[in-house]
């Protein structure tokens, strides 16, 4: 039996609210239904460890009420509404009371956490000293919670989950999915040894915890892209992406045990993820174009055609010089060592690849936002990096506070023909101030206006907003990585460091146009996030992806000979014959030598210089060579490899008769030299696949 989990006389039983009929009626409920019974436990759990956080913080703080004025006592019968009505309002309490408890308190350590049994506490920050820095809010001087007011102590006699949600700095998610029992949040608060006798002070102690009961990771709906008839829909139009975070966000997923919600797969990140053997560009142009096809190995009977970009190599040498403003999430959700650490971590293996010609700030964020380092000198590794050990996790999220000030702090010091980057890394947990993530979206496309491009760097996992993060970085001119381990950190902030840092064409669109006499139909794989209309590829005020130096992109379409039965596209609901015109151009319109011609299509792109507004347009037929998947490239053969792996990961109805044993099978073939290694941690990822 399934029962309505909403229903407050459910949330009555499970609080013991309920009496007489009205409770043997909910039991015997309750007993046919597993989801039910799950509730109750699960609330009735959250009860008791409130109960119990609220004794030990009267225990801990206790506070003489001289003026308090006992109420007189009446006795009233209650109704069932007021029964049911409280119960309800101790479930809110409960639900909005786990979040509370998760506010970090004020201490001379920073925030801290209690241990959690099964989790590795975080390692543990060393403190440095820094001067103040006059005219700015310096939050490497003192701790996030010194500069945030005490919480005063819940008064004498408050029900269980009213210490004032203000009082402790909590402003909870404005999103309604957030609130209910099941996304409950419940973050302990730390517990440290009390001063010595007589006011003397002895060292405090504290494991930092961080603790996440429910999953509210955000990932956006994919509506996978299908096949098109090439008479009707003869254009394909869309932006380029260089993003990689959903690679290395599924292969977290897989690594711990479990197979990746779907919507978190973005088959052109997996793709992306890899770099390809494509030729260097000639001196005119920011990025060469790279056209083959062959046979499709999940479908033999059609055929796989990839577009490859490469931009141009770029020696460290020659880099640009570069004003950036790393923008750090220190919030409470950022405390494990999976997020804030290897934020950390990350951001020393890039200061140790700037010099002296570069220029670095640290903007942090919490529930507000503050200037820990001015713009200063790449060759200052030591101040850079003592404000970076500094930094500790604590508060609620104001993200939108924190990017105003960043993009100031890197308009203060732009430099002309160089490299101006806010490099945000966060969880996205953005819950106080501009939370909408449309409005932060706009913010950011404003602030992009100004020159200054974003990376975006997503750590953690079960509250990872991902949806929002992919968005910040496509609306900022940017790129956005997951990292999932300090060897990702390596890949993207080291060994790719131009193709993070210099972007070398902006605004770059991809528009293909399929032959008919050649193509029957064609599907994209991938890129359902950045379709444009086939109107927007000549307009200049549509935004569009950047490509990094050094940066590949290879995109692929399924195409369906014309001639080929069955055709996917035929399946599609026809439309209704038009009024005032023919429904499909016909092919006997068109003129000979075009129906007649060989070529299966012609690729255009479209790109602006990094300070330009006006774009260029380069043009490319491309013939079919008829290649068999067998004699394919080995590049062509990985790019396969990974885009049926995903398409596996997504049980897409067009993944055809391939396998992960196949996906082993091309992916083995294709390796190549793997100078990395990033293609063997691929293979053992299908591997791994394999056994969940």
Same mark, same amino acid.
């Given at each position: 039996?399934k029962?309505?989990?909403d229903d407050p006389?459910?949330t009555?039983?499970a609080?013991?609210?309920?009496?007489?009929t009205?409770?043997?009626e909910?039991?015997?409920?309750?007993?046919?239904?597993?989801?039910?019974?799950?509730f109750?436990?699960e609330?009735?759990?959250?009860s @008791?460890?409130?109960?119990?956080?609220?004794?030990a913080? &009267?225990?801990a703080?206790?506070?003489?009420?001289?003026?308090?004025v006992p109420l007189?006592q009446?006795?009233e019968?209650?109704?069932l509404?007021?029964?049911?009505?409280?119960a309800?309002s101790?479930?809110l309490?409960?639900c909005f @009371?786990?979040i509370a +408890?998760g *506010?970090?308190k004020r201490?001379?350590?920073g925030?801290?956490?209690r241990?959690?049994?099964?989790r590795e506490?975080?390692p543990?920050v060393?403190?440095?000293e820094q001067?103040?820095?006059?005219?700015?809010d310096?939050?490497?001087?003192?701790s996030?919670?010194e500069?945030?007011p005490?919480?005063?102590?819940p008064p004498v006699?408050?029900?269980?989950a009213t210490?004032s949600?203000?009082?402790?700095?909590v402003?909870a998610s404005?999103d309604p999915?957030?609130?209910?029992?099941a996304?409950?949040r419940?973050?302990l608060l730390?517990?440290?040894a009390? /001063?010595?006798?007589?006011?003397a002070s002895?060292e405090? #102690?504290a494991?930092?915890w961080?603790?996440?009961?429910?999953?509210t990771? &955000?990932?956006g709906s994919?509506?996978?892209?299908?096949?098109l008839?090439?008479?009707?829909?003869?254009?394909?139009t869309?932006s380029?992406?260089?993003?990689?975070?959903?690679?290395s966000n599924i292969r977290?997923?897989i690594?711990n045990?479990s197979?990746?919600? $779907?919507?978190?797969?973005?088959i052109?990140?997996?793709?992306?993820?890899?770099s390809?053997?494509?030729p260097q560009?000639?001196?005119?142009l920011p990025?060469s174009?790279?056209l083959?096809?062959?046979?499709?190995?999940?479908?033999p009977t059609?055929?796989?055609? &990839?577009?490859?970009?490469k931009?141009?190599?770029m020696p460290n040498?020659?880099?640009p010089?570069?004003?950036?403003?790393?923008?750090?999430d220190?919030?409470?959700?950022?405390?494990p060592a999976n997020r804030l650490?290897i934020?950390k971590?990350?951001m020393?293996l890039l200061?140790? $690849?700037? /010099?002296?010609?570069d220029r670095?700030?640290?903007?942090?964020?919490a529930?507000a936002s503050?200037?820990?380092?001015p713009?200063?000198?790449?060759?200052?590794?030591e101040?850079?990096?003592g404000?970076?050990?500094?930094?500790?996790a604590?508060? %609620?999220?104001? @993200?939108?506070e924190?990017?105003e000030l960043?993009? &100031?702090?890197?308009?203060?010091?732009? +430099?002309?023909g160089?490299?101006n980057?806010v490099?945000?890394?966060?969880?996205?947990d953005?819950?106080i /101030?501009t939370?909408s993530e449309g409005e932060?979206?706009?913010l950011?496309?404003e602030?992009a206006? %100004?020159?200054v491009?974003?990376s975006?760097?997503?750590?953690?996992?079960?509250?990872?907003?991902?949806?929002?993060?992919? =968005?910040l970085a496509?609306? @900022?001119?940017g790129?956005y990585?997951?990292l999932? %381990?300090v060897e990702?950190?390596r890949k993207?902030?080291v060994r790719q460091i131009n193709?993070t840092l210099v972007?070398i064409?902006?605004d770059?669109k991809i528009?293909v146009e399929f032959n008919?006499?050649q193509?029957?139909s064609?599907?994209?794989i991938?890129y359902? =996030?950045?379709?444009?209309?086939?109107?927007d590829?000549?307009n200049?005020k549509?935004?569009a992806g950047?490509i990094?130096a050094?940066?590949t992109? *290879?995109?692929l379409y399924?195409v369906v000979p014309a001639g080929?039965e069955?055709n996917?596209?035929?399946?599609v609901?026809?439309?209704?014959?038009l009024?005032?015109?023919?429904?499909?151009?016909?092919?006997a319109?068109?003129?000979k030598?075009?129906?007649? %011609?060989?070529?299966?299509?012609?690729?255009?792109l479209r790109? #602006?210089?990094p300070?330009?507004e006006t774009?260029?347009l380069?043009?490319?037929p491309?013939?079919?060579?008829?290649?068999?998947?067998?004699?394919?490239?080995?590049d062509?053969?990985?790019a396969?490899a990974?885009a049926e792996f995903g398409?596996i990961?997504?049980d897409?109805?067009?993944?055809?008769n391939?396998?992960l044993g196949?996906v082993?099978e091309?992916? *083995?073939?294709g390796?190549?030299?793997d100078?990395?290694?990033?293609r063997a941690g691929f293979?053992?990822?299908?591997r791994?696949?394999?056994t969940?």
């Open positions: 039996m029962m309505n989990l006389k459910l009555a039983f609080l013991d609210e309920l009496t007489g009205e409770k043997e909910m039991e015997t409920a309750v007993a046919a239904s597993p989801e039910a019974q799950e109750v436990r609330l009735r759990l959250l @008791g460890n409130l109960r119990a956080e609220y004794a913080e &009267r225990e703080y206790p506070i003489e009420h001289s003026n308090l007189e009446k006795d019968p209650w109704s509404s007021r029964r049911l009505a409280l309800a101790i479930a309490c409960a @009371g786990a +408890i *506010t970090l201490g001379g350590a925030f801290v956490g241990p959690n049994p099964g506490p975080a543990a060393n403190q440095t001067t103040p820095v006059e005219g700015v310096n939050l490497a001087a003192t996030p919670a500069q945030l005490a919480a005063p102590p006699g408050a029900s269980l210490p949600f203000n009082d402790l700095g402003i404005s999915s957030a609130m209910g029992a996304t409950a419940n973050r730390a517990r440290q009390p /001063g010595a006798a007589g006011g002895v405090k #102690k494991e930092a961080y603790r996440q009961d429910f999953n990771a &955000r990932y994919i509506e996978e892209n299908p096949f008839e090439a008479t009707s829909n003869p254009l394909s869309f380029i992406d260089v993003d990689t975070a959903s690679y977290r997923f690594e045990g197979l990746p919600p $779907k919507d978190a797969v973005r052109e990140e997996l793709i992306n993820y890899f390809y053997d494509y560009p000639d001196d005119s990025f174009v790279h083959d096809a062959a046979s499709c190995p999940w479908a059609h055929r796989l055609v &990839r577009i490859g970009l931009g141009r190599e040498e020659k880099r010089a570069s004003n950036l403003v790393f923008l750090l220190v919030s409470g959700s950022m405390e650490p934020v971590q990350a020393r200061v140790d $690849k700037l /010099g002296e010609n670095i700030a640290i903007v942090v964020y529930g503050g200037l820990v380092l713009s200063t000198t790449g060759d200052r590794k101040q850079i990096l404000a970076l050990e500094n930094l500790q604590g508060g %609620s999220t104001n @993200g939108a924190g990017i960043a993009y &100031r702090t890197a308009a203060e010091h732009f +430099i002309k160089g490299v980057r490099m945000l890394a966060t969880d996205g953005f819950n /101030g939370t932060l979206v706009r950011i496309q602030k206006k %100004s020159g491009f974003l975006v760097l997503g750590v953690g996992d079960d509250n990872l907003n991902d949806s929002m993060m992919q =968005k496509d609306k @900022g001119n790129n990585a997951y999932d %381990s990702e950190a993207v902030l193709g972007t064409a902006k770059v528009q008919p006499a193509v029957g064609y599907r994209l991938g359902e =996030k950045r379709l444009l209309r086939k109107e590829f000549n200049d549509i935004d950047e990094g050094g940066h992109v *290879t995109a399924e080929t069955p996917p596209a035929a399946s609901p026809p439309v209704d014959p009024k005032y015109q023919p429904t499909t151009p016909a092919l319109v068109l003129p030598a075009k129906t007649g %011609s060989p070529e299966m299509l012609t690729v255009k790109y #602006k210089e300070e330009g774009s260029k380069l043009e490319r491309f013939v079919d060579p008829g290649t068999a998947f067998a004699n394919a490239t080995p062509l053969k990985f396969a990974v398409m990961l997504r897409s109805e067009y993944k055809g391939g396998s196949a082993a091309w992916a *083995t073939e390796k190549g030299a100078e990395n290694g990033y293979l053992a990822l299908v791994k696949t394999k969940l």
